[in-house]
C-alpha cells in the first residue's frame, strides 16, 4: 500500500540554526503535499503545503520542496526558535472521491536548544 | 479551532467494552475523518465521511464503527474494546475542493485497560 517515510525521527538544533525534515512517498499518483505541527498536548495543525505542480513554497522562516521524479519533499525551517519545537508530520495524499486522503509520516520531533 | 470539538477527552474502559468517541463540527464540512496516534506510528486513518450517510474505510479500520446520520457529528465506536486500541484519537474535517486542509479537533486519550 501507500507509505511515506519520514526523517529523522528526532532532530537537535540551536536555536537560529536551520532544520530540515525530509520524506518519501511510495505512491507516483501523490500531488498534494501538507506538512502539520503538533506541539506537546495540542491538536495537528497545517503549516505549509505544496501541490505536484510547484517546485518549491516558502512561508516567512518555512520552505518546502519537492522533488516528483524522486518521490521526495522536504521541510525546511530557517532561524530556528524555541516556539518551533515540536512534532512535524509530513502527509502526501492524491484526491478520492473529491476528497485527499492523507498517508501520514510517521514524525519528527524537533528541539530547538536556546 | 473551537469549530471541531471531540468528547470525551480522556476515556478509560475495560476490554470488550463498548465505547463511542464522539466528533462535531460546527462549519458544515462535507468530509470528516478520524485517526489514531500511536507512538511510531504517526496518525493513521480509520475511517472518513464524504457527506452524510457516506462513509469508507481507512487504512486501520478493523474493530471500528462509524456512521454519520448529519453533517456535523460523525461517532466512533469501537465495539468490542481491545488493549491494542488504546491511543489518541483525532476527528478532523475539511471542505470539499476549496481547501485541502484537514482541521482536527482537540483529541480523545483512549486506554483500555
Known amino acids: 500500500g501507500e507509505n511515506v517515510e519520514q526523517h529523522p525521527s528526532t532532530l537537535s538544533v540551536q536555536e537560529g540554526d536551520s532544520a530540515v525534515i525530509k520524506c518519501t512517498y511510495s505512491d507516483s499518483a501523490s500531488n498534494y503535499f501538507p506538512w502539520y505541527k503538533q506541539e506537546l498536548g495540542k491538536r495537528p495543525q497545517l503549516i505549509i503545503d505544496i501541490r505536484s505542480n510547484v517546485g518549491e513554497k516558502k512561508d516567512q522562516r518555512i520552505a518546502v520542496t519537492l522533488n516528483k521524479t524522486a518521490k521526495h519533499f522536504s521541510l525546511h525551517i530557517t532561524e530556528t526558535q524555541p516556539e518551533d519545537s515540536a512534532v512535524y508530520f509530513c502527509?502526501?495524499?492524491?484526491?478520492?472521491?473529491?476528497?485527499?486522503?492523507?498517508?501520514f509520516g510517521t514524525g519528527t520531533r524537533l528541539k530547538v536548544l536556546a | 479551532d473551537a469549530g471541531i470539538t471531540q468528547s470525551p477527552r480522556y476515556k478509560i474502559t475495560e476490554t470488550g467494552r463498548q465505547v463511542t468517541l464522539m466528533c462535531h463540527q460546527t462549519w458544515s464540512h462535507s468530509y470528516m475523518f478520524w485517526y489514531r496516534q500511536d507512538l511510531g506510528h504517526g496518525l493513521r486513518l480509520i475511517y472518513y465521511s464524504a457527506a452524510a450517510d457516506i462513509t469508507d474505510k481507512g487504512e486501520v479500520p478493523d474493530g471500528y464503527v462509524v456512521s454519520r446520520s448529519k453533517t456535523e457529528n460523525f461517532p466512533l465506536t469501537l465495539e468490542s474494546a481491545t488493549r491494542s486500541q488504546t491511543s489518541v484519537y483525532f476527528c478532523?474535517?475539511?471542505?470539499?475542493?476549496?481547501?485541502?486542509?484537514?482541521?482536527f479537533g482537540p483529541g480523545t486519550r483512549l486506554t483500555v485497560t
Open positions: 478532523a474535517s475539511s471542505e470539499r475542493q476549496e481547501s485541502y486542509e484537514q482541521y
Open positions: 502527509a502526501a495524499s492524491r484526491s478520492t472521491s473529491g476528497t485527499y486522503k492523507y498517508i
